[in-house]
């Protein structure tokens, strides 16, 4: 896959490491981050937590601002970071920093101009865990996780692949995309007017379905909310997770925290305590 190592640094004993690929899936060059804690470096194969970030970001906010690499080091647990969409030129886009590039929204897209790059579900549950697993001292016990956009990814990605991961948990996740105007605008861009297609991509409805489901994976969840979120009432609405998460008797942690925005002070403040959530499911 073309893979180039691009910068290297050492820390709490690890490497955070950053990456360029060329990704079939996408057909266009990919970047991610990885931090691979001590234990890689010690003849062990360490499990595997993918991030998700949200609109906007790339594999460096998390990996610059989150503060996660001490206890990822601690606990011996790598983690990835992809971009969040596909880049390039070439690549549709769309002046709207809700839509295009830097705005995936984690799915495979079905729409003209976007389909022929924006397949993100597919990197991320597919050729990117490949990549890993080949190239780097990781096991394939997975764990994954984001905030806001990448929230909503980590959720659905997990709901739909459990058999996949051991755990998943959001920051400030867009819950219930079909019914709030990020999810609507990119929805209707990606996946065209057929609503049902839509439901396939939103965590909320994906939670009800399992309710009539024998035999199912209930992998644990864990959330966290900022009360003084700027989108929480327009754009995130963690209510309806938890009313569609009883609803199915899922097992789901909703944490509320006082406070708190959407930014990466309130992910800093928290990020331990989601690792330590995941290290219970991916080492038990």
Known sequence: MNLENISCNKSFGGWHKQYTHDSKVLNCAM????????QASQGQKVPVLYWLSGLTCTDE???????????????????????????GEG???DE????GQGAGFYLNATQEPWKAHYQMYDYIVHELPELIEATFPVSDQRAIAGHSMGGH???TIALKNAERYRSVSAFSPITNPIN??????AFTAYLGEDLESWRQYDSCELLKATANQESVIKLP??????EDDNFLQSELKPENLV???EQADYPLELHRHKGYDHSYYFIASFIEQHLDFHAEFLKG
Not at 75 to 84: E, F, M, Q, R, Y
Not at 96 to 99: E, I, K
Not at 180 to 185: H, T
């Open 31 to 38: 970047r991610f981050a990885i931090y691979l804690p001590p």
């Open 61 to 87: 906010n998390f990996m610059q601002k989150a503060g996660a690499q001490r206890r990822a080091a601690e606990l011996g647990i790598a983690i990835v970071a992809p971009d969040t969409s596909p880049r």
């Open 91 to 93: 690549v549709g886009n």
């Open 96 to 99: 709207g920093y809700d839509l």
């Open 153 to 155: 990814g980590a959720l």
């Open 180 to 185: 709030c105007p990020w999810g609507q605008k």
């Open 221 to 226: 969840i864990r959330v966290d909310q900022g």
């Open 243 to 245: 009313a569609a998460a």
